[in-house]
C-alpha cells in the first residue's frame, strides 16, 4: 500500500498563498493520477484537483482559479500552489494517488497521508 507524505501547510492570512508538497513512496509512475482534496472541520473530504499521468487537470469550481495542480516526475513529487486564498480555504489538506481515477473522482483512493493544516486567517 502507497505511503503519502503531505507537508507545506500553516496559516496565512486571506489573499496570501502556499504550496503544498506530496510525496508518494512509489513512483508517481505507478498510477493513472494523483489528487489534492481537503476537509474542513465537521465536514466530509472534498476533491481539491487532480492531475492524470498524461498531465490532465480538473478543478472543483470552489478552487478553480485560484489552485493549481502539477507534478514533479523527475522529484517524483506533486503539488498544489494555492493563491487568493480564503478563510472557507481553511482545512486539513490530503493528498492521493491511485491506479483508478474512479477511485480519486470518488474519493475512495487505496490510503490517505496524514494530511497538512491549512488556516487562513487574519
Known amino acids: 500500500q502507497v505511503q503519502l507524505v503531505e507537508s507545506g501547510g500553516g496559516l496565512v492570512q486571506p489573499g496570501g498563498s502556499l504550496r503544498l508538497t506530496c510525496v508518494p513512496s512509489?513512483?508517481?509512475?505507478?498510477?493513472?493520477?494523483m489528487g489534492w482534496y481537503r476537509q474542513a472541520p465537521g465536514k466530509q473530504r472534498e476533491l481539491a484537483a487532480i492531475?492524470?499521468?498524461?498531465?490532465?487537470?480538473t478543478y472543483t469550481d470552489v478552487v478553480k482559479g485560484r489552485f493549481t495542480i502539477s507534478r514533479d516526475n523527475t522529484r517524483n513529487m506533486g503539488y498544489l500552489q494555492m493563491n487568493s486564498l480564503k478563510p472557507e480555504d481553511t482545512a486539513v489538506y490530503y493528498c492521493?494517488?491511485?491506479?483508478?481515477?474512479?477511485?480519486?473522482?470518488?474519493?475512495?483512493?487505496?490510503?490517505w497521508g496524514q494530511g497538512t493544516q491549512v488556516t487562513v486567517s487574519s
Open positions: 512509489e513512483s508517481i509512475f505507478n498510477f493513472a493520477a
Open positions: 492521493a494517488v491511485d491506479q483508478s481515477l474512479h477511485n480519486l473522482v470518488g474519493i475512495t483512493p487505496g490510503s
Open positions: 492531475i492524470t499521468i498524461g498531465g490532465s487537470t
